[in-house]
């Protein structure tokens, strides 16, 4: 399967994941709007995901799958298989201990994460119940990223991407059936979505137990001490613990930054972890269609093409990422720059969802917008070093990016409130983006292949025109006046977004770029 048939799938799995997610998010900001319970949730749901990306879908990923690639080309199915089984037993064992302390600790998590949430004591006293309730969640998901991490190695792309679909699905079922359920009980409703989280981190890990079952690579977890001994005794699982230990600290850094931001909007204004949240949800849409996707797809295939000694296809193979980015980024980038309050106006201002809280989420989500090509650009850079199984490179530029996003913080945040946090985050995400790209570069791995300054025009020109055309659909309707005519809201956004893939695609077939041919490299 080809490079971008494969990106294809990981995307096609991902926008299901993302409209299911955009939908949940639309339920939650109808039936509760942005208040000190909603902040109580999104902080309290925020622990064990802060968690999970430190453990699971960040150090553990980054170090397990080049080990993983590797290890399978050098020495065949049924070593690999082996090393499965004890990378298996010891982060099960790691994960017991976790979560324990992890429930017995959630009021000093809670402080840590946003100690602004005690001016609301009710929502202060939910987020530490929910912390607890929800804290288990990081251990479905830890074992859901390695299976993902195996299933990605062999090439079957399509469960782990169709995975998170089951979280939305299960959270949009506790919001719309469970929450009233909750509130006839005289229980609070927004508990119900707690309920939802865990029921889905189930569904998620039970999804890919088939998919492991017919490759015959389904963990054996064993629970004696001594098979923790023999597991830690293997060369390659602490090889997995020497890349760790670095990107640990690699992710720990971006993880401290959300702690700080969500921190600091504890202390703004009611609402404002919720605002940053309902942005985040939009932004995830073309980072997690473009970025992660294509990373997910790459990583495996760079670690491959390093452990060959092909030089030369791996410098293509981010090339080719990179363009791709270049060419789908951008014009997203420039719809949340010019478009966003009709986009969070159609999608949110329903039920309880007020006015002041679209014009709020419109701003953090184009201080989001500003970055959007650096955070997608760096889930197809920093690939680049962890198939090298280099990780100390972006470890340290995440950690120069973490001070200057801070000090960023602090210019920003006194004039633009939360907007200012998401600002700060879009202008370190580009300066990220360019350190990775500088490093490659300067390190031999990447060699930028001809035709990029002509490319690169040819984007701009076509955003420029999409830029106009935006400003000028954005002027023309009263999006916000358009409340309660919901249909004629959405067919006019369905409209204007069509018209703009329209113009965007058109320029550049216009100005000589062969679509086809690049996808096909």
Known sequence: MSLFKSASTVSLFTLLSRVSGLVRELLIASSFG????????????RIPNLFRRLFAEGAFSQAFVPVLAANKAQYGDADTKRLIDRVATLLTWILLLTCAVGVAAAPLLVWAMASGLQQEPRGYAAAVFMTRWMFPYIAFMSLVALSSGVLNTWRRFAVPAA????LNVSMIGAAWLGAPWFKSLGIEPVYALGVGVMLGGVLQLGVQVPALLRLGLLPNIRFTWSAVKDAWADPAT?????????????????QISLLINT???????????SWLTYADRLMEFPTAMLGVAIGVVLTPQLAAAKGAGDGARYSAMLDWGLRIVVLLAMPCAVALLTFSEPLVATLYHYGAFTDRDVQQ????????????????????LAPGFY?????????KIAVVVLVITQLLNLALVPYFQHAGLALAIGIGALINALALLIGLIRRGSYTPAP??????????????????????????????????????RIWLL??????????????LWMSGLKLRQLLKR
């Open 451 to 488: 035709g990029w300054v002509l490319f690169g025009l040819r984007v701009f020109s076509a955003s420029a025109l999409l830029a106009v055309f935006l400003l000028w659909a954005a002027a023309a309707v009263n999006w916000i006046g358009l409340r309660h005519q919901y249909f004629e």
């Open 387 to 395: 198939a090298s199984q280099n990780i100390k490179t972006p470890v």
């Open 361 to 380: 989420t419109t701003h953090a989500l184009m201080g989001y917008g500003a970055g959007l090509l650096g955070l997608v650009a760096i889930k197809v």
């Open 263 to 273: 921190q600091i909007a504890s202390h703004l204004a009611p609402g404002s972890v």
């Open 163 to 166: 995975t998170p679909v089951l």
């Open 34 to 45: 942005a208040s000190a319970m909603t902040d109580a949730f999104n902080v309290a749901f």
């Open 494 to 507: 369905a409209l204007v977004l069509c018209a703009s893939g329209a113009i965007y695609f058109v320029v």
């Open 238 to 254: 602490k090889n997995i613990a020497r890349l760790m230990a670095p990107a640990l600290l690699g992710v720990s850094v971006a």
